[in-house]
């Protein structure tokens, strides 16, 4: 028996292959979970027209794979200037445009149209200077969607053979309410996301790809301080990374990888990876240098969850679990504690 259409679809025309405008009459849901059309409670769909949808104001939330059908949400564009665009996405958004996927990608594209696209998209571990590396990367002119989590869904659906479309369809569609062109696209993925990495690499082969780790007791000290991880869900993260950037290395992408101290000691190389060519102009180097000296995580709201005794005592477990579970090349790709 397949689960229930969430509040304001299941009784309305949102269950016929129809495109519906909806009200969100109620939100709720806990701030760093996965989006989901679940966390918006809709009133009844109104039919709308395909070609009525203005992609330069809404832009895809979720995609509910028990019932195929995608969710577009109205989004302001201060929502661009966020830490978390899933976040502000869900707080900022009135409405919702129910359709088939099959719809949308008949309207801009599927799975076809995407293998020629060249964004950038930046994996990471987490915790290792992602929102910086984002910032750098609007300073030289580039649109950056920091955690779209139309992108993250994948994660709980690996097998469903849907997923090229999902991808493209979601990408097709940040674009359109981009304005800007593929290549001046930075899409900013969750840490979660190493794990649907092959998916990206197998229906973007054209893309530029981005992999950001960090010295791993630095690592592990602020996400166990941050947001209380233990050794299972640490030593997962690292996993799923490096088996994101070992895909990346054996599909021979277009692809780079960079420390978090890198990051943060030679800002100008990571310009350079990200297509600026030649000698970098005044202003250029004037926005580098203000995001530099600002606060890379001005805005996220993350307080620390653990005293600093608990930190230490846990880390150095981590560290020694880590190090029994890691194999070779995963240890000699995020390197000795140091």
Not at 305 to 329: G, I, K, S
Request: aromatic share 10%.
């Amino acid at each position: 028996m397949k689960p229930a259409y969430p509040s304001g679809i299941q009784n309305s025309t949102a269950v016929a292959p129809d495109v519906t405008l909806h009200r969100i009459r109620q939100k709720r849901k806990m701030r760093f979970a996965f989006a989901d059309v679940t966390d918006l409670t809709l009133g009844d769909g109104q039919p709308l027209a395909a070609s009525a949808i203005d992609f330069s104001e809404f832009a895809p939330y979720a995609f509910y794979y028990e019932h195929d059908r995608l969710l577009l949400v109205d989004t302001p564009r201060k929502v661009l200037d966020m830490p978390f665009f899933y976040m502000a996405q869900f707080e900022h958004a009135h409405e919702a445009i129910a359709l088939p996927l099959e719809t949308l990608t008949t309207m801009i594209g599927g799975a076809a149209q995407a293998r020629t696209r060249q964004p950038t998209f930046l994996f990471s571990i987490g915790r290792c200077g992602s929102t910086l590396f984002s910032r750098l990367a609007g300073a030289v002119g580039m649109l950056q969607f920091s955690e779209p989590d139309i992108f993250t869904g994948v994660v709980r659906n690996p097998r469903d053979p849907r997923v090229p479309d999902v991808l493209a369809v979601s990408l097709l569609a940040l674009e359109r309410y981009a304005g800007f062109p593929d290549r001046q696209l930075l899409v900013k993925l969750r840490s979660q996301s190493c794990a649907s990495a092959r998916h990206f690499i197998d229906v973007f082969p054209a893309a530029r790809y981005v992999f950001l780790k960090r010295n791993i007791r630095d690592w592990a000290t602020s996400f166990i301080a941050k947001f209380g991880w233990r050794t299972p869900e640490l030593v997962r993260t690292l996993k799923n990374g490096y088996e994101a950037y070992d895909g990346m290395r054996a599909a021979g992408v277009d692809f780079a990888v960079f420390d978090y101290a890198q990051l943060v000691e030679d800002p100008e190389t990571v310009v350079r990876r990200l297509g600026v060519e030649g000698e970098l102009s005044d202003d250029v180097r004037q926005a580098v240098q203000q995001v530099m000296t600002s606060d890379s995580q001005r805005g996220a709201g993350i307080r620390v969850r653990t005293d600093a005794d608990d930190v230490e005592r846990q880390v150095e477990q981590f560290l020694e679990d880590w190090a029994a579970a890691a194999d070779t090349e995963e240890i000699a790709f995020y390197g000795e504690d140091a």
